[in-house]
């Protein structure tokens, strides 16, 4: 066996002993560490084409805005 088959089995071992609650907080970090290195025009861009409907009505992003909770 070389190492591309046993790291597939391994993987697909591993997949197959999780449970759906894990494997989708996998997928929820692997897309979130992989969104964190978009730019945010690059991030809204993505949201347009995919699912413009969380651009409506919601207030413009301006990741350098401060704000203060009272």
């Given at each position: 066996?070389?190492r591309?088959?046993l790291?597939?089995?391994?993987i697909?071992?591993?997949?197959?002993?999780?449970?759906?609650?894990?494997?989708?907080?996998l997928?929820?970090?692997y897309?979130d560490?992989?969104?964190?290195k978009y730019s945010?025009?690059?991030?809204?861009?993505?949201?347009?084409?995919?699912?413009?409907?969380?651009?409506?009505?919601?207030?413009?992003?301006?990741?350098?805005?401060?704000?203060?909770?009272?």
């Amino acid at each position: 066996m070389n190492r591309t088959e046993l790291q597939d089995q391994l993987i697909q071992q591993m997949l197959d002993d999780m449970d759906l609650k894990t494997m989708t907080q996998l997928c929820y970090d692997y897309l979130d560490e992989g969104y964190a290195k978009y730019s945010d025009e690059e991030l809204i861009t993505e949201v347009s084409e995919y699912y413009p409907e969380l651009l409506e009505d919601t207030e413009p992003v301006y990741p350098t805005e401060v704000t203060e909770l009272a």
